[in-house]
Every structure is written in structure tokens, then in C-alpha cells.
């Protein structure tokens, strides 16, 4: 849902009816209406109408129809009608199109057709439920905050279709240590790009234009936005908290505005998690608190050590007991286990903790016994990745929660020390695990761990999202890797 500045400074929520729609069409110019999804695997999709099909009645028997067999995990051929019905709330002119052919777009939820009812396998649905369900627990709202992290190239390239002549991938960056002829003459030296300033910083203006259009054209508060800590353009930008659904909206049009923002500049982007060797990856720490009557459930004035309260460290327990079956929804790629190994600042070892980022669960503690603290308090969960679909993973992490919150899980002592430098022996005798190693044994802790997911999700649609993602890891384990020659070419 997009928001407005108020005179006092504050924001409010835009609510649109048809007719207010109807006047922006005549007063935005707008020639084309583009209607978008989201698939099971995290993909945008989109179908493009003229105008005029934008009628009352359309709107309420559904403005677009398609082939849902198309979608990957949608719908098998024999069965695949499907309507488009747009959330008016998500109505925004899509900038760089032209004046005279102007587009205005609206995410939309997915039906069946001949009025069947929603579809149960669209993500947008799943995260609806998700935050029906939490109501149903006794809380009003979830507020989440994920830091969407990604890399910016002048080039990127690979071969991989000649699989016996050979496989490779390129990256070009003007920031990047190894691309001494594509070099702004200010290299980026390896994990040293955290908060770095132009001219090493070469993206400033790149990520200024995304902000002013986010904001300014669809409508989505940000925070602030800086360099990364890798080198070759790695950058974030902080969108402020929003509910579940409205957050995963703007996650989807976060990326769809930075890829098409480094289009126009001549560069690319990608959200890819580790597309560089011997650097950190690009994470999608999410921060989520829960309220109810107006009040941060998570908030505790009285707890000395994080402010933190039972319903919150209820809420870590249930992270924390099912943080390897939600690998295979927050990390859903082989690249993601790239990502996910000591070394990088890499959450990988399941322990929580206050503003310790070696521990997979931090609650942050920047403020103290005040407005902002109440306000602020907050649980981030660091595994999850941008590769992730956001519907599938807010609304994963929430039932983990929430299953900890109803069985009172508790998640033990926080962990203060640095998790990354303790022996394996001290690890063990702190009881602390690791995640997944692999997508592999990620969805294999699914399969044996997924009655937490049921009251949202349907056994049908984990079983089809687990055949999606591991169509990926068959592809990239059936194939000669070239480090292998390197390794093993002399055997």
C-alpha cells in the first residue's frame, strides 16, 4: 500500500476506489494497463491491456485472464483458466514509459476461472493468509523490514549453453579490485565497501534515482541507502516497515524498479546472492514485530537484557526450532549455499542474541526505555536472501514464530560471544547447529518439518514448490564444474 507525507510530517496510507482510479487514468495520461504476479519461484510477471478494459465489472469479475499452466507450479494444462483481480491500492505510473503509451501498473491476486475462488499456490495469497492467521492468534498486525541487498555491474555475462566447449561467467565493475581496465581509478578493495563514498562509491546517483521513483511514483517510504560491504557495486537501500503482504508488494517493485533504473543507465543488477567469489554475498535480513491493541508485542520495559518480552523470545524459540526447514523457503537457490558458510559475516550457526551479528536471530538495541525503543522492537531474522520469494518467506518465518509463540518454545540463553571464532568443541557444548549446508538438505528438512507451515500453507503447495526449486539444484549438480578440471583433471 503506498503512502502520502502528511503536513505534520507523518504518513499516511493511500486508499483508492474505482472512480479515484478512473480520474488518475485521465489525469496521469495513462494508455496501458499492466497487471502483475508473482509466481511460486519468485518471478514477476506481467500482461498489458489497453485502457478501456478498465470497467467496474471487469474489475470485479477480473481484469486479465492467462494461462496459469504457463506459470511454473500454477496449474497443469488440462486445468489452467485463470482471472487477474488488481489491488487498486497498488496503482502507480510506471515512469519510464513514454508519454502517449504511458503504462500504469497493479499487483494483482490470482484466481481460477469460472468462479472457483482464489487460487491456494499464489504467493500473494499465501501472505494474505498468513497475516488472517495471525489475527486469528490474537494479534492485530505484523510489521516487517527486510534489507534487500544487491549487486550493480556494468556487465555481466555467461556461457553456458555449449556445455562441451566449455562453461564461464564474466562481471565487469568499474568499483571492482580485479577489473583494472574497467576501473574508476578507485578500486574497492575486498570487503571494504561498507558505507564507502564516491568517487570509490560509483552508485550514489543510481541509488538516488531508485529512492526518488520508489517513493515518488509507487509510493514506498525509505530510510536511507549506501554502499555495501563488497566490492563491485554491492548496494541497499531500506525501505520502512509495512505489513506483511504490503512489504512483500514492495519487495517485488523494489526489484523491478533497480533492474529497470540500471537498464536505463547502461548497467545491470542483479539480486543473485553470492555472484562473487572470496566476498560477502547480498543477504535479506528481515526484521518483523508483532502487535496487538495498538501495543509491540515484543516490547518489555522490565527485561534488563534486550527489552525483549516471553511473547518474543517465544516467537526466537520458533525460529530457532525450525530455522533448517525454513532454509528451503528463505535461501531457495544452490547460489544461496554459497552464501550461507563461515567466513563472510554469514548467519549460519542458530543461536540468537542482542545486536550480535554472528548469531542467525539479533534483536537489535540502538535505543533504550524510550518511544523509538517501544516502537523499534523488533526480532531480525539474518538467513534469509533476496532470492527468496517474499511472500513465501514473510509468511514462513511468521508461522515458525507463531508456532513458538502457541508451544512456548524457548529458545534458550542468547549467545554474546563472536559464534564465528569459537572451536567446534565450544559450539557443540553450547548446543548451538548450523543451517543446511545445501539446498538439498534444505528441502529434505522441509519434507520431515513442515507441520508448522499448515495452518497457511497446503501440502500442495510445498510439494510443488519443493519440485520447483529442486529442478535448480538437479540442473546445477548434474553438470562439470570448471574447478573440477582444476581439482581433479590429473586424478
Not at 554469514?346 to 542474541?353: E, G, L, N, R, T
Request: aromatic share 12%; with cysteine; hydrophobic share 35%.
Amino acid at each position: 500500500m503506498p503512502y502520502r507525507r502528511k503536513p505534520d510530517g507523518s504518513f499516511e496510507p493511500i486508499t483508492r476506489s474505482l472512480s479515484e482510479i478512473l480520474e488518475s487514468l485521465d489525469k496521469d495520461e495513462v494508455s496501458f494497463l499492466t497487471f502483475q504476479f508473482t509466481g511460486l519461484n519468485g518471478r514477476f510477471h506481467q500482461v498489458t491491456v489497453p485502457r478501456r478494459v478498465l470497467e467496474k465489472e471487469k474489475i470485479n469479475e477480473g481484469a486479465a485472464y492467462f494461462d496459469g499452466s504457463s506459470i511454473k507450479g500454477f496449474a497443469e494444462v488440462q486445468d489452467s483458466d485463470m482471472v487477474l483481480k488488481p489491488d487498486l491500492n497498488t496503482y502507480a505510473v510506471i515512469p519510464w514509459s513514454n508519454k502517449g503509451s504511458r503504462v500504469a501498473r497493479f499487483i494483482c491476486d490470482v484466481y481460477w476461472g469460472f468462479g472457483r475462488g482464489r487460487l491456494e499456490k499464489d504467493p500473494r495469497h499465501i501472505a494474505q493468509k498468513a497475516e488472517k492467521y495471525l489475527m486469528e492468534e490474537g494479534f492485530k498486525a505484523s510489521y516487517w523490514g527486510p534489507e534487500v541487498e544487491f549487486f550493480v555491474f556494468e556487465k555481466a555475462g555467461w556461457d553456458v549453453l555449449d556445455t562441451y566447449k566449455g562453461q564461464s561467467y564474466y562481471i565487469v565493475s568499474r568499483e571492482a579490485s580485479w577489473n583494472a581496465e574497467a576501473q574508476a581509478g578507485y578500486p574497492i578493495r575486498f570487503k571494504e565497501g561498507y558505507f564507502s563514498i564516491p568517487p570509490q562509491d560509483t552508485l550514489i546517483d543510481f541509488r538516488c534515482e531508485v529512492v526518488r521513483i520508489l517513493e515518488e511514483n509507487f509510493g514506498i517510504l525509505v530510510e536511507a541507502h549506501h554502499h555495501e560491504v563488497a566490492t563491485a557495486g554491492q548496494c541497499e537501500i531500506i525501505m520502512y516497515r509495512d505489513t506483511l503482504t504490503n512489504m512483500a508488494d514492495n519487495v517485488m517493485t523494489y526489484k523491478f524498479v533497480v533492474k529497470n533504473v540500471a537498464k536505463s543507465m547502461n548497467l545491470v543488477a542483479t539480486f543473485m546472492p553470492k555472484p562473487i567469489f572470496g566476498d560477502n554475498a547480498s543477504g535479506m535480513h528481515v526484521h518483523v514485530s508483532l502487535w496487538g491493541n495498538d501495543k509491540n508485542a515484543f516490547y518489555d520495559p522490565n527485561d534488563s537484557y534486550a527489552e525483549l518480552s516471553q511473547i518474543g523470545r517465544y516467537f526466537i524459540g520458533g525460529l530457532m526450532e525450525h530455522a533448517r526447514s525454513l532454509a528451503a523457503i528463505t535461501n531457495p537457490t544452490t547460489n544461496s549455499y554459497k552464501r550461507l558458510v563461515p567466513g563472510y559475516e554469514a548467519p549460519v550457526y542458530i543461536a540468537w542474541s542482542r545486536s550480535n551479528r554472528s548469531a542467525c536471530i539479533r534483536v537489535p538495541v540502538y535505543h533504550r526505555g524510550s518511544a523509538k525503543a517501544i516502537a523499534g522492537k523488533r526480532v531480525e531474522y539474518r538467513p534469509p536472501d533476496p532470492s527468496a520469494n517474499p511472500y513465501l518467506c514473510f509468511a514462513a518465518i511468521l508461522a515458525a514464530g507463531l508456532d513458538g509463540i502457541k508451544k512456548k518454545i524457548d529458545p534458550g540463553d542468547p549467545i554474546d560471544e563472536n559464534i564465528y571464532q569459537l572451536t567446534p568443541e565450544r559450539r557443540r557444548a553450547l548446543g548451538i547447529k548450523e543451517l543446511p549446508g545445501s539446498l538439498k538438505e534444505a528441502v529434505e528438512e522441509l519434507q520431515s518439518d513442515r507441520d508448522f507451515l499448515k495452518p497457511i500453507f497446503t501440502d500442495e503447495t510445498i510439494d510443488k514448490y519443493i519440485e520447483i526449486i529442486m529442478k535448480g539444484y538437479v540442473e546445477v549438480a548434474i553438470r562439470p564444474h570448471p574447478y573440477e578440471f582444476f581439482l581433479y583433471f590429473d586424478v
